[in-house]
Nanobody, 118 residues
Framework: VQLQASGGGLAQVGGSLRLSCVAS????????MGWYRQAPGKQREFVAR???????NYADSVKGRFTVSRDNAKNTVYLQMNSLKPEDTAVYYC?????????????WGQGTQVTVSS
């Protein structure tokens, strides 16, 4: 699975951005799709995910501000980010997890930079 992320950029505190991640195969067949982020000098951390059944999970730090969704027809997962804070500044990576045969596989996109300035 190849993942192409886009939509990052510069936003002001309190602003919004929407990230998109297009998969090279039907997202309907992908068990979990979501987003992770990595700030300078920090480890990559979980942000949000959406399951094949539409269930969602969020990191506590983004609950109520970010919304993850998937459009199966467009093979795309979105991350709507509102009320952005400086601590949201990071490289955001799209992630896909699926089972092929009996093996769990993880795939990553190339990352897109999000910078929130005050």
């Amino acid at each position: 699975v190849q993942l192409q992320a886009s939509g990052g950029g510069l936003a002001q505190v309190g602003g919004s951005l929407r990230l998109s991640c297009v998969a090279s195969r039907s997202v309907f067949s992908i068990n979990k799709m979501g987003w992770y982020r990595q700030a300078p000098g920090k480890q990559r951390e979980f942000v949000a995910r959406v399951g094949s059944n539409g269930s969602t999970n969020y990191a506590d730090s983004v609950k109520g501000r970010f919304t993850v969704s998937r459009d199966n027809a467009k093979n795309t997962v979105y991350l709507q980010m509102n009320s952005l804070k400086p601590e949201d500044t990071a490289v955001y990576y799209c992630h896909a997890g699926l089972i092929e045969g009996s093996v769990w596989l993880d795939y990553w996109g190339q990352g897109t930079q999000v910078t929130v300035s005050s």
